[in-house]
């Protein structure tokens, strides 16, 4: 009878992927503390924020890990090195988590205090409320650092926070499906109408917090900056609701 071998594996190829793979495990264990930690501060300010205020400024969460395919996608885009030592230095939304509060106020209120946090680092500002994108797209975005603390060394780990009222996450949400579904071919007269959807949407959140304001005053709270393209569409609310009063 033939005495056939099988080849042996090539460990040192196996180990590598086992090695790689561990990388991978700490790089994402890292990320997820350091969502963790974020997530943990904003309960405390939301939590903080019902007791003395009566108020809950944060309807919901939502906490995502950018995947492997992503960070890829990113890192080629951006032409660095495809890797995961490059992917903690060039990317600042690997750890993201979306904020929807009720009210525009809600939104500068939560980024100021968080920020002014001694351990929370800010690293980016970009405000889409006061400078919605053409598209309409409007949201805080912040990126911070924050530490996480393991067992052998504290690492200081970026966080993209968007904040944003429940108007702004139903308007974004629909505009990422439709332009997901669209693709690159957009009909004429589509990108004009979502724009005037997110106009309308930013309408309604103004008269809403209004409201709030209406039944609840200030309750000791400063009314949060408002930006002054907002201002301009606050005082034009204002002056069409004086309008219509007067004309009943
Ligand atoms: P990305 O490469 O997409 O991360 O862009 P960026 O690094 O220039 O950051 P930016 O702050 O502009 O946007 C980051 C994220 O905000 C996106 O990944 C989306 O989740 C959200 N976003 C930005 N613009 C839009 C938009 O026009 N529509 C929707 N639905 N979401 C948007
Ligand atoms: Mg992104």
């Not at 939560?110 to 409320?129: C, E, F, H, K, P």
């Not at 309604?204 to 400063?222: R, T, V």
Request: proline share 4%; aromatic share 8%.
């Amino acid at each position: 009878m033939e005495n056939r071998q099988l080849p042996l594996p090539d460990f040192s190829k196996l180990d590598r992927q086992f090695r790689t793979l561990q990388e991978y495990r700490e790089f994402s264990q890292l990320y997820n503390g350091a969502i963790r930690e974020v997530q943990t501060k904003l309960d405390i300010l939301d939590e903080e924020f019902k007791v003395r205020y009566e108020h809950n400024p944060i309807h919901h969460m939502e906490f995502r890990q950018k995947t492997i395919e992503s960070m890829m996608g990113k890192l080629y885009k951006k032409e660095k090195p495809i890797s995961l030592q490059s992917a903690r230095e060039n990317l600042y939304d690997i750890a993201g988590i979306r904020v929807i509060c009720f009210y525009i106020d809600d939104i500068y209120r939560l980024a100021n205090m968080l920020t002014s946090q001694g351990d929370i680092t800010l690293v980016r500002t970009r405000d889409y409320i006061a400078h919605p994108k053409k598209n309409g797209y409007r949201s805080l975005h912040l990126v911070v650092k924050v530490p996480v603390f393991l067992s052998r060394s504290t690492e200081l780990v970026p966080v993209e926070i968007q904040i944003r009222t429940i108007a702004m996450d139903f308007w974004a949400s629909l505009e990422h499906q439709l332009r997901y579904k669209s693709g690159e071919d957009v009909s004429a007269g589509i990108p004009e109408r979502l724009a005037r959807c997110a106009e309308t949407s930013a309408m309604l959140d103004l008269e809403m917090q209004d409201i709030y304001h209406a039944i609840n005053g200030f309750g000791g709270l400063e009314p949060a900056a408002l930006s002054p393209q907002l201002m301009k569409m606050a005082n034009e609310i204002y002056e069409s609701s004086k309008k219509s009063s007067e004309e009943e």
